[in-house]
């Protein structure tokens, strides 16, 4: 079973500096199969980066994904107010057949 | 567009079977490189993955609740049906269906569309 670790926990920050997220798999994921989404209180999730490193639909593009093996990040090169929020991570592939991260919360310093 | 809303009770007594109805519009679920997903969320927690179904009636659920879960389509309907047996308090919490992307050799598996979420209490 494949276990998403998502780092740190909670991310203060101000709004125009940058955000680094890490997600970490507990065994080698293909960057195919990994997405990250962001979850705003009393919303569902919405989609930003899949295949690791493609922007969905809309995305404005100070949102970045990269990595590979078991490291990846998620990065917002300067905030927004709309971007405090939580976010997770996701893998497709193994037993669970999906897995979420923990998440990241992303909070106004 | 695609659209997808989740329906069911709200209140649910333990032991009780939680039946969730998702309803979607904008794409049909005969269409290969489809499936769709049911997630859910206990409040203040993470997401957590319990159930997909694919265009060609494969299906797929989570490992530690697969003996509880059922998950069946009706494509002329365009929905999706989700029951879960013997509800216990720790299963409260917003249930989401998701419209799963596939694209790709190999393939990017992700869920692009989600539904509002229905809000399921667990209680006596």
């Known amino acids: 079973e494949i276990v998403l670790t998502q780092s740190p926990g909670t991310l203060s920050l101000s709004p125009g500096e940058r955000a680094t997220l890490s997600c970490r798999a507990s065994?080698?994921?293909?960057?195919?199969?990994v997405a990250w989404y962001q979850q705003k209180p009393g919303q569902a999730p919405r989609l930003l980066i899949y295949g690791a490193s493609s922007r969905a639909t809309g995305i404005p593009d100070r949102f970045s994904g990269s990595g590979s093996g078991t490291d990846f990040t998620l990065t917002i090169s300067g905030l927004e107010p709309e971007d405090f929020a939580v976010y997770y991570c996701?893998?497709?592939?193994?037993?669970?057949?999906?897995?979420f991260g923990p998440g990241t919360k992303v909070d106004i310093k | 567009q695609i659209t997808l809303k989740e329906s069911g009770p709200t209140l649910v007594k333990p032991t009780q079977t939680l039946t969730l109805t998702c309803t979607f519009s904008?794409?049909?679920?005969?269409?290969?490189?489809?499936?769709v997903g049911w997630i859910r969320q206990p409040p203040g927690k993470a997401l957590e993955w319990l159930a997909l179904?694919?265009?060609?009636?494969?299906?797929s659920y989570s490992p530690s609740l697969k003996s509880r879960l059922t998950i069946t389509k009706d494509t002329s309907k365009n929905q999706v049906v989700l029951t879960m047996t013997n509800m216990a308090p720790v299963d409260t919490g917003t249930y989401y269906c998701?419209?799963?992307?596939?694209?790709?050799?190999?393939?990017?598996?992700?869920?692009?569309?989600w539904g509002q979420g229905t809000v399921v209490t667990v209680s006596s």
């Open positions: 996701h893998q497709y592939g193994s037993s669970p057949l999906f897995t």
């Open positions: 179904i694919y265009w060609d009636d494969g299906n």
């Open positions: 065994q080698s994921v293909s960057s195919s199969y």
């Open positions: 904008g794409f049909s679920l005969s269409t290969s490189g489809v499936g």
């Open positions: 998701a419209h799963l992307r596939i694209v790709g050799v190999p393939g990017a598996y992700y869920f692009d569309y």
